[in-house]
């Protein structure tokens, strides 16, 4: 018998991996080697990757991450990922010759998807069949159903009608030689309502081959329907597997457990272990190689302008290059306006459903017995650590423990807010401090390595509450805001994502774990306990959640910030930064504003004051007018924390100035008579 798969589905687009609306409206997600690299450590039972990309042009869109492809075609990308993909693996878009076929075979595809070609030349498949094989050839029907209840296939991802009904349709694709069907849903494509039972039963009844239902998935409850209810052969999703801890383990429990005879969980594959293996030796010459370059002064080996055009938001201020991945719709408007706009448009009605959904998984996770704290709260002392704690000690009335990284960085003001916390909200407060010593040697070598000073304290922050969520045997870790979110508008409102191994991995730490740095400046395994991160065994046994907050409750930064001051008397920066004009961020490291944040401007031309005055605009706080004012004053400036940190590593300003210069993003930065330049909004 053959099992019933459960299959991920990721979309490419430009470079990036994207989450998908109606086939309309695209979010960036991230890297699709990293998020393949999760996948083959999960033992997947098959993948698809879909190019939807308008043409052959892909770029990750910043070169500071350790996860990087070679050239720009999707024949590029697919060559990178086909080392670190251990699953069979179907490759569709782009496809128009049978000569596109056999160039995905070659690179290491096992099945092709076809679908416009087909639609518009159906022999293209008897001749694709006959040449590779039926079982090589996978006919995508993306379908619309019509207010009348008419079903109809598109063509041209989803915005083409061929005038085609499904059932016909696949009648004539299977007779002329197509081994499997994927069936995808336009219209339940990124709702979370679940899969199009009445279309699955109509297309799988029609055919005797394989099918893959696509399209609606939003609970890990919706994928044994579509196999029991619909008789496909495979349940597949797309945006769910980016959002929750151990997603794909998860899904396939419920699958099980629903009675679907597939292959069993496998939480860990020793091929594709979850903590990346580097090779040392190529490491090392490129450590090398960005020393050489930095001692020959700036310009030395300037890297050629990219293809791609650094334009920004018509409504707020976002440029195209940032550190967090952006996209914009066809007006030009950036994903973090569009989802600014959605979280405006949610009613009162709804913020109290989300209300409501907050208790329940609070009153889920909460103890019983009084043997264990109730959750544990990541918190640094900021105004959103604050909130965090009055919403759940104070509204939900939940005993929870506070954990805090540590990563000798506060401003006066944040150290007396952090250590306020454990009188003012009568709470337990776990203050972590590693030692000075490898701090300060993790200072140095994420800026040499990556260029972020702070890699030790994004990983830091990101594991510390979940070691401890384990530690205590307190699955339910709370966070603020998902940040990507509200930047960039990476996921949508309707999503309620969670906090992951792999977002650590890839956003938090740019794809460097803890073991890179093991050996270097004599840096050993047992010093990095603290960025060790939980098994997923363990997760999975405790299922350990990380959600955000700002997913169930109205999240505006001022407004926390007003309150908390009134409340609990929370201390602001007594004084300007010099690269922002808001008062009460990041107290709890001086660098975030501050030298951290200059890098960032360094690297992708933009900065902290760029993110805040995006989000002022987007509330309604200021005009665009005035933000390019800010921006244009604030985004260059070099601020005087950076002394301090040039002294607390032990480099010259002018040591720092040359390295950060062979960090310059080439989309971004040229040089002209001598002197790094850039475009800029307001010139």
């Known amino acids: 018998m053959v099992r019933p798969r459960l299959i991920p589905v990721l979309l490419l687009k430009h470079g990036l991996l994207v989450r998908s609306q109606l086939f309309k409206v695209h979010q960036a997600i991230g ?51 086909v080392p670190v993909c251990f699953m069979p693996l179907t490759f569709g878009g782009r496809i128009r010759t049978l000569e596109d076929i056999q160039l995905r075979l070659n690179l290491g595809a096992d099945k092709c998807v076809i679908n416009t070609i087909a639609l518009e030349d159906p022999d293209f498949i008897a001749a694709a069949a006959r040449r590779f094989g039926s079982q090589c050839i996978v006919v995508n029907l993306d379908v619309r159903r019509h207010p009348d ?45 679940g899969y199009d039972l009445d279309l699955i039963k109509l297309v799988t009844v029609a055919t005797t081959v394989p099918v893959i239902v696509c399209g609606g998935v939003g609970h890990y409850g919706d994928f044994p329907p579509g196999i029991l209810e619909g008789g496909a052969s495979a349940a597949a999703a797309a945006n769910i597997f980016h959002f929750f801890e151990n997603s794909y383990p998860f899904a396939k429990k419920a699958c099980l457990k629903a009675g679907i005879p597939m292959r069993p969980i496998n939480l860990n594959n020793r091929w594709f272990p979850r903590e990346p293996v580097y090779p040392r030796q190529a490491e090392d010459a490129k450590i090398t190689r960005r020393l050489e370059l930095a001692a020959a002064g700036p310009g030395a080996g300037t890297r050629p302008e990219k293809q791609h055009q650094v334009r920004w938001c018509s409504r ?34 709804e913020w109290a459903r989300r209300r409501q959904m907050l208790r329940e998984v609070l009153e889920h996770y909460r103890c019983r017995d009084g043997g264990a704290y ?8 900021g105004k959103d650590s604050y909130f965090q704690t009055h919403v759940i000690k104070n509204e939900f009335g939940l005993n929870p423990v506070l954990v805090t990284y540590n990563g000798n960085n506060y401003l006066e003001a944040g150290w007396r807010n952090v250590h306020r916390m454990k009188e003012v909200f009568g709470v337990d407060h776990v203050f972590f401090s590693p030692s000075v010593d490898l701090l300060v040697k993790l200072n140095r070598l994420g800026f040499i390595i990556m260029g972020d000073m702070n890699w030790h ?17 307190t699955p339910l870790v709370i966070w603020g805001e998902h940040g990507y979110l509200d930047l960039c508008g990476q996921f949508s409102v309707v999503d309620f994502p969670e906090m992951s191994y792999r977002d650590r991995l890839e956003h938090f730490a740019r794809g460097f774990e803890w073991n890179y740095m093991v050996g270097r400046d004599g840096i050993k395994s047992e010093e990095m306990i603290p960025y060790k991160y939980p098994s997923d065994q363990e997760l999975f046994d405790l299922d350990v959640r990380g959600i955000y907050l700002g997913n169930y409750l109205y999240w505006e930064a001022n407004e926390h910030s007003r309150m908390v001051v009134e409340k609990y008397g929370f201390q602001v920066h007594p004084e300007p930064f010099e690269r922002t004009y808001r008062r009460m961020s990041n107290l709890d490291d001086m660098h975030e504003n501050g030298a951290h944040d200059y890098l960032k401007y360094i690297k992708f031309g933009y900065g902290r004051c760029t993110d805040h005055v995006c989000k002022d605009i987007r509330a309604g706080l200021m005009s665009r007018d005035q933000g390019i004012d ?13 002394y301090r940190w040039l002294n607390y590593v ?7 100035d040359r390295l950060a210069d062979t960090f310059r993003d080439p989309r971004v930065w040229r040089r002209q008579d001598g002197q790094w330049v850039k475009d800029n909004l307001w010139d």
Not at 332 to 343: P, T
Not at 457 to 473: D, M, N, S
Not at 630 to 642: A, E, G, N, T
Not at 650 to 656: K, S
């Open 630 to 642: 800010l921006v244009s004053r604030m985004d260059h400036v070099k601020p005087r924390d950076l």
């Open 457 to 473: 304290a994004h990983v830091g922050i990101t594991t510390l509450p979940v070691r401890f969520a384990v530690h205590f045997k």
């Open 316 to 349: 707020c201020v976002y440029p195209s290059i940032s550190a967090a991945p952006m996209e914009f719709d066809e007006h030009g408007v950036c994903m973090g306006c569009r989802m600014a706009e959605a979280k405006e448009a949610i009613t009162p009605d």
């Open 31 to 81: 890297n699709p080697m990293s998020t393949i690299m999760r996948l083959s450590n999960w033992n997947v039972d098959e993948l698809i990757l879909l190019d939807i990309s308008q043409d052959d042009y892909h770029d990750l869109r910043r070169d500071d991450l350790y996860q990087q492809y070679e050239g720009t075609s999707a024949l590029d990308v697919l060559k990178a990922i």
């Open 374 to 381: 109730d959750c544990v709260i990541a918190v640094s002392g």
């Open 650 to 656: 032990g480099m010259t300003e002018a040591e720092f």
């Open 149 to 193: 209840g008419r079903y109809e296939v598109y063509g041209q991802s989803g915005q083409r009608p061929s005038g085609r009904d499904p059932v016909s349709w696949v009648r004539q694709a299977v007779e002329l030689g197509a081994g499997e069907v994927f069936l995808n849903s336009i219209d339940r494509d990124g709702s979370a309502l």
